[in-house]
């Protein structure tokens, strides 16, 4: 289980080069869903909330219970030219590869970045980008998107 002072001696603190944005960065790996994932705590004046900690720690027991859902939207989501391959799209590995706990976002207070990468002839791939946002321990909102960096709609 994290605590805010294992996040504060073991993580990165990154602050943004441009605009007033700061976190905390870590890899954690989560066995089964890649390598790694980036794990983001965002921060304000360099302090992080325990609401935040109890967010995490509560979505990294219980993620499991949502990657049928995310894996079903995948495969609902897949367009005209992905629809052939559909078999292939569904045995590939989801790979998780960011997670962002906010700070004071009334939106949401997580966000998952995830996916399937696909290989294609010789060193071209996919890639199949979801974003998921939670709130309270839910899913609030799944899109596919080519820019995971924007909120979903």
Avoid: W
């Amino acid at each position: 289980m994290l605590t805010i002072e294992k996040i504060k001696t073991d993580f990165s603190y990154i602050q943004s080069l441009i605009g007033n944005s700061e976190s905390y960065h870590d890899s954690p790996i989560f066995n089964g869903y890649g390598d790694f994932c980036d794990l983001y705590f965002k921060a304000k004046d360099k302090k992080i909330k325990q609401e935040q900690i109890d967010t995490y720690n509560k979505f990294k027991e219980t993620f499991r219970d949502f990657i049928p859902e995310i894996e079903k939207y995948i495969l609902s989501s897949l367009k005209n030219s992905e629809i052939s391959i559909k078999e292939e799209i569904r045995k590939k590995e989801l790979i998780l590869d960011v997670i962002q706990v906010t700070f004071d976002n009334s939106k949401y207070d997580l966000v998952l970045v995830c996916g399937k990468t696909l290989k294609r002839f010789f060193f071209f791939t996919k890639n199949i980008d979801i974003r998921v946002e939670f709130k309270n321990g839910r899913i609030k909102t799944i899109q596919r998107k080519k820019d995971t960096t924007e909120d979903n709609d």
